[in-house]
């Protein structure tokens, strides 16, 4: 199996501009996880799906964030616009409820720079 | 509300020396599941163990073994050996055993420097 699978590894974008990050699971897995890593705040959640449905996203941090998962292979995560402050390193997860005991596994993240 | 904390930011370790890093967690959930991830400077993160709160026994991996008290809610990583490679950022992570939630309680991580 491949893992999951991010892109792009780096993005760079000024203020203002639209920005995707783009995730492929594991395939089988039926949860899918977007964290945000940054020095100050560790690792957050911001949004998780369960078979495509998004159950829990409380740590969105406003409206300029969305994600969706239009079917089991894939994710996005959409900021419009990008500030300064959105820089982090998004990592995506995917599990399988009940296999490997709740093993989460990660993709390598996505280094986001918002100048 | 659930939470896992790390009392340690950074520790550092000299080569082939033994080292412990502190987790607790706080939750009402009787079952559940423990993990230690780490993440080296190529920031992947990498599961190192994992503890079913229904076993007793710690669990084990190579050189890695964690100390499980439940009553206390504590789950410590001990690291022996310690390896250059071993330098890395590493979370404890908490998650309950069925029902609805599928999402892992991250602790805010311990930054850990092999020396040589």
């Known amino acids: 199996d491949a893992g999951v699978i991010q892109s792009p590894r780096h993005e760079v974008t000024e203020m203002g501009q639209e920005v995707t990050l783009r995730c492929k699971p594991i395939?089988?897995?039926?949860?899918l996880f977007w964290y945000r890593q940054t020095m100050m705040r560790g690792l957050e959640l911001l949004i998780y799906?369960?078979?495509?449905?998004?159950?829990?996203d409380s740590g969105m941090p406003e409206d300029r964030f969305s994600a969706k998962m239009p079917n089991a292979s894939f994710s996005t995560l959409k900021i419009q616009p990008s500030e300064p402050r959105d820089s982090a390193v998004y990592f995506c997860?995917?599990?399988?409820?009940?296999?490997?005991?709740?093993?989460?596994?990660f993709g390598s993240g996505t280094q986001l720079s918002v100048l | 509300a659930q939470t896992v904390t790390q009392s340690q930011p950074e520790m550092s370790v000299q080569e082939a020396e033994t080292v412990t890093l502190s987790c607790t967690y706080d939750t009402s959930e009787n079952n559940y599941y423990l993990f230690w991830y780490k993440q080296p400077p190529s920031r992947q993160m990498i599961l190192v163990i994992r503890?079913?709160?229904?076993?007793?026994q710690n669990a084990t991996e190579n050189r890695f073994s964690v100390n499980f008290q439940k009553a206390a809610k504590s789950f410590s990583l001990k690291i022996s050996d310690s390896q250059l490679g071993d330098t890395a950022m590493y979370f404890c992570?908490?998650?309950?055993?069925?029902?609805?939630?599928?999402?892992?309680?991250f602790g805010k991580g311990t930054k850990l420097s092999v020396k040589p």
């Open positions: 992570a908490f998650v309950p055993y069925g029902g609805s939630q599928g999402n892992l309680i």
């Open positions: 395939s089988g897995h039926d949860y």
């Open positions: 997860a995917s599990k399988r409820r009940g296999q490997g005991g709740e093993k989460l596994f």
């Open positions: 503890q079913e709160a229904y076993k007793q």
């Open positions: 799906f369960n078979n495509n449905v998004p159950i829990d």
